[in-house]
């Protein structure tokens, strides 16, 4: 048995006694998303009567667990850093906390703001180096394995081992645990007309040999869809899903003609179906990185002809956009959005879009408004804003006057508020 092996034996454990290491007002961090430990925190979960005020921070909990159902928080305080369905409900009934952030920016507020006593999350198994990936979510987690007091890992076959800057070694390590839980799956969002509308605009506007950013949902898988016919696409982003497992299977994501980390899809954490996972296991062409690297908008803005794509709920007349809200009621967070903005902007031949459907409600609400909701938080502000794309066509507002962006906004927004909106944009003294 070598070294390595055997360390891994004296610290094996089950759940319930790893957990016993976790005391009343403690600070936890989790990963976001697939690189949450489920047998852990169900443990955690069960000595409730025994815990009070433990915060668990987190950027996009996936599972509705245990810890997360309300009356659960005298025990656990979740704090949401960006809000996702299995904790919106908690959220939103004042039973959880909201920590506002930028992405790349989270590794630093943890080291600078939060007091880590315990790290918990999922990873790959030890390679015969002593070597564990953190797999589909690298993105803060390693920032927080490095100020951890205690770190509990717990393994799990199903996790791919990604490449990269990804790994901890089991010295780093206090005590593992096994597991055989599913890594959990995100099914793709049905691609409507509307969504291939918006796909074939910024599709037209993307030039061969771009470096692209994509997120999730509908627009965006869209959008991957609409670039098969592209040559030497090259990836730079915070999340990697289906779609580009997609392009790359069919020629058009090569890396080539990036400018840096050429021939490599670059990202920070990933998503979606087994068929994903399968595709980043061990794949040399995959390197995950950080996100206080793969987020930063100077780093992007040294990608050639970078493209970002994000969505919006709405959009006012200025530009300003709110993506995380609906009025004052927290929905989502901010997330990558603004990093790519502003990346996507600084790069030499680069465009942002900002994709949001024309109405909502059956047509009976505009997403283009004179100006946002009540209380809608402003996610990426007017001045990093290049392009705002619906299903009738593309308003270009980057170095544009208030009027000409009023005028673009109002060309693209449902044929029916159109009137509506110019008599507000007067009334505004915009036109």
């Not at 506002?100 to 999922?122: E, G």
């Not at 869809?225 to 392009?247: R, S």
């Not at 600084?346 to 283009?368: D, E, L, M, W």
Request: one cysteine or more.
């Amino acid at each position: 048995m070598s070294r390595w092996k055997e360390e891994y034996q004296r610290k094996l454990v089950t759940p319930e006694q790893a957990v016993k290491v976790i005391k009343s007002g403690q600070h936890i961090v989790l990963p976001l998303g697939g690189g949450e430990p489920p047998d852990l925190l169900e443990a955690m979960a069960k000595r409730k009567d025994e815990l009070e005020g433990v915060v668990l921070h987190q950027l996009l909990a996936l599972r509705k667990l245990s810890y997360l159902q309300p009356g659960m928080e005298v025990h656990f305080r979740h704090n949401s850093w960006f809000t996702s369905g299995a904790s919106r409900a908690m959220v939103q009934a004042g039973l959880a906390s909201v920590t506002p952030n930028y992405f790349h920016d989270v590794p630093r507020l943890i080291t600078d703001y939060i007091d880590v006593d315990i790290l918990m999350a999922c990873v790959s198994p030890m390679d015969e180096h002593g070597y564990f990936s953190f797999g589909l979510s690298v993105d803060y987690t390693t920032t927080a394995a490095l100020k951890a007091k205690t770190v509990i890992l717990e393994v799990n076959p199903h996790m791919p081992r990604t490449l990269g800057n990804c790994f901890i070694h089991i010295n780093d390590a206090a005590m593992l645990v096994e597991s055989s839980s599913p890594i959990p799956e995100l099914a793709s969002a049905p691609i409507t007309e509307r969504d291939m509308a918006i796909g074939h605009y910024i599709a037209d506007l993307v030039e061969n040999g771009s470096t692209v950013q994509l997120g999730i949902g509908g627009i965006p898988n869209a959008v991957a869809q609409c670039l098969l016919n592209k040559e030497d696409l090259g990836i730079h982003t915070e999340m990697i899903v289906d779609g580009m497992v997609d392009l790359v299977e069919k020629g058009v994501i090569t890396g080539k003609k990036k400018s840096m980390h050429k021939g490599k899809l670059v990202g920070t954490f990933a998503l979606g179906s087994n068929k994903l996972y399968q595709f980043l296991d061990n794949n040399p062409l995959i390197e995950m990185h950080p996100v206080s690297y793969t987020n930063d908008p100077y780093v992007i803005g040294q990608q050639y002809k970078m493209i970002s794509v994000n969505a919006a709920v709405e959009v006012d007349l200025l530009g300003q956009c709110c993506s995380e809200s609906i009025g004052h009621v927290q929905f989502s967070g901010t997330g990558g959005q603004a990093d790519y903005a502003r990346g996507a902007v600084r790069s030499q031949g680069g465009k942002g879009f900002i994709t949001v459907p024309a109405t909502a409600k059956g047509n009976k609400i505009s997403r283009i408004v004179p100006r946002l909701s009540e209380g809608a938080v402003v996610t990426t502000s007017k001045n990093d804003v290049d392009h705002v794309v619906t299903e009738f066509g593309v308003a270009k507002l980057r170095g544009r006057t208030f009027k000409e962006r009023a005028q673009a906004l109002i060309e693209i927004a449902h044929p029916d508020f159109r009137p509506w909106l110019r008599e507000e944009a007067k009334r505004m003294n915009v036109l």
